[in-house]
């Protein structure tokens, strides 16, 4: 199972997830109707009460399944983004990773790419896992091509496969699985090395090129 680890990275670091250290932060970076598309295949949210909002993170914090880390930004020191390793199986040793939530401050940089990868790698090489899942709703789009970007491989859509915020939701499934990780690893720290980016902050070449 997940332990209560702090995992560092260069350009951004997870911690366990603590309602009182993260929630004014995270509060900040989603708060408002210009956030709301967030939310849109989230189990929860969007959040208008501060007070409800807290309640949520507080839930999260104690959970052990889904068990939440918050993404911490390293050159500010402050919590951007949550997600969470889920529906964990240490019997058939296979784990999901979900109920992501990256606010404007997180999405498409470094730290983004680098958050999967340090909860991917700790998945396999720490909790010893054989199969590493990311799940979505069929509609949603873009997840399911940060899906594909990040090295998963499609296996299929799940029709009818359970009611969303009383909407049906058909669930793409993907995967990745131990004998994969290798080269899905060294294209993470090749495409993660400063060296890949120019001056100005572009990348040299994609994460796909690398695998």
């Known amino acids: 199972m997940p332990e209560r680890i702090t995992i560092p990275g260069r350009y951004i670091t997870l911690v366990p997830l603590n309602a009182a250290a993260h929630s004014d932060a995270l509060w900040d970076a989603t708060k408002g109707k210009e956030n709301d598309d967030l939310w849109l295949y989230l189990f929860d949210g969007p959040y208008t009460d501060r007070a409800v909002f807290d309640a949520a993170l507080n839930s999260k914090e104690v959970s052990p399944d889904p068990f ?3 993404i911490i930004d390293n050159s500010t020191g ?3 983004g949550i997600a969470s390793l889920m529906r964990i199986d240490p019997k058939h040793r296979v784990i999901e990773v979900g109920s992501i939530l990256y606010s404007p ?3 498409r940089t470094r730290g983004a790419t680098e958050a999967m990868y340090l909860l991917m790698r700790y998945a396999f090489e720490t909790l010893n896992n054989r199969r590493y899942e990311w799940k979505c709703n069929a509609l949603n789009e873009p997840s399911r091509r ?5 090295g998963f491989t499609f296996e299929g859509i799940f029709r009818q ?5 009383g909407l049906n ?3 793409a499934w993907y995967s990745i699985i131990d004998s994969e990780w290798p080269i899905t690893k060294q294209a ?6 400063p060296e890949n980016f120019s001056k100005e902050g572009g990348q040299k070449k994609s994460l796909s090129a690398f695998r």
């Open 68 to 70: 939440f880390f918050a």
């Open 78 to 80: 402050k919590a951007t």
């Open 105 to 107: 401050l997180l999405q």
């Open 146 to 150: 940060a899906a594909e970007r990040l």
């Open 161 to 165: 496969h359970m009611i969303a915020k």
């Open 169 to 171: 939701r058909d669930t």
């Open 188 to 193: 993470f720290e090749n495409w993660l090395n």
